[in-house]
């Protein structure tokens, strides 16, 4: 069966589906998108993922393309026609249009919403608990990564030297020596004394939903957790370290820069961590 893509209203075969040359998302990167989890046809963290989407919107000054209820019929019925079974993700993506090239915001282009979607293989605890490599790069993005905007030029590059390495991820460092995130996760480190950290949602990250949802996890469960940065040398040197994203979930890291985290080998709280991640994912599943 053929994946099908939701453009402007339509909803059209994969190949079909296009957008306008002049299209903003296109040639400014003027837009901004989701990536959202998909158990048993039921979006994971739905409400979420639609409030970040409406701060991406506000912050780069464009409305709504439709109203939140109609999205989230389009979302249903996008992931409906793409049968994606047990899993899968939806991804989003709504730019401020087509115009005639110009750099300001034009004065009465429709904005563009597409979505697409695919099944993937349902993780489980064995398949995410193996653990990872990360390669450390610069962080050589713009000065608002809390929004998910379309510009990932920098991440692009940053995910090309994991893959290159033999990584799953890059961990991205700014001037002052600290890990801001992955390139496409948040980075975690479990310390000695069994602290849970992560750093602070501000600009210099994406406030991942998977972050959020796993802070919630880890306050229910009783887990000792701190906002702050760490550097790369403590990293290195933590107890355990692991990233967290929609489609990755929880993947405990297990080697920074070649260099071994903990035993080598991915740690108690962060194991336990995917198998509540997992508990969530189902419940969600099952949400009406
Ligand atoms: N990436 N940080 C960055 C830079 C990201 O791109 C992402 C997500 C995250 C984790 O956010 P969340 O938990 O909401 O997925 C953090 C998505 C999955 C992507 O670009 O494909």
Not at 262 to 282: A, K, Q
Request: overall charge positive.
């Amino acid at each position: 069966m053929g994946r099908i893509a939701y453009v402007d209203g339509r909803y059209l075969p994969h190949q079909q589906a296009a957008v306008r040359v002049e299209d903003r998302g296109f040639q400014f990167a003027d837009g901004v998108y989701e990536v959202i989890a998909v158990r048993r046809g039921r979006p994971v963290d739905e409400d979420d993922h639609l409030d970040r989407l409406d701060r991406s919107l506000r912050e780069l000054r464009m409305p709504w393309p439709m109203s939140r209820r109609a999205l989230r019929l389009v979302m249903r019925e996008t992931i409906r026609r793409n049968h994606l079974g047990a899993f899968g993700a939806l991804y989003l993506q709504v730019t401020r249009g087509a115009a005639p090239r110009s750099h300001a915001f034009p004065a009465t282009a429709k904005q563009t919403v597409v979505m697409t979607a695919r099944p993937l293989s349902l993780p489980t605890a064995e398949s995410l608990g193996c653990g990872i490599g990360v390669v450390t790069v610069a962080d050589i993005r713009w000065k608002r990564c809390d929004v998910k905007s379309v510009s990932l030029l920098a991440t692009v590059l940053g995910k090309q030297v994991a893959v290159e390495a033999g990584c799953y991820e890059a961990w991205m460092v700014d001037e002052q020596g600290l890990i801001t995130e992955g390139t496409a996760s948040n980075a975690w480190i479990v310390t000695a004394g069994g602290e849970l950290v992560t750093r602070r949602a501000d600009t210099a990250i994406l406030n991942g939903i998977t972050r959020m949802a796993t802070i919630g996890i880890a306050r229910a469960a009783g887990l000792r957790f701190v906002e702050r940065p760490f550097s790369v040398a403590e990293a290195k040197g933590a107890a355990e370290a692991f990233i967290t994203s929609t489609t990755s979930m929880i993947r405990p890291v297990i080697r920074i820069d070649g260099v071994a985290v903990g035993s080598g080998r991915p740690g108690g709280t962060t194991v336990r961590l995917v198998d509540w991640y997992l508990d969530h994912v189902e419940a969600e599943g099952r949400t009406v």
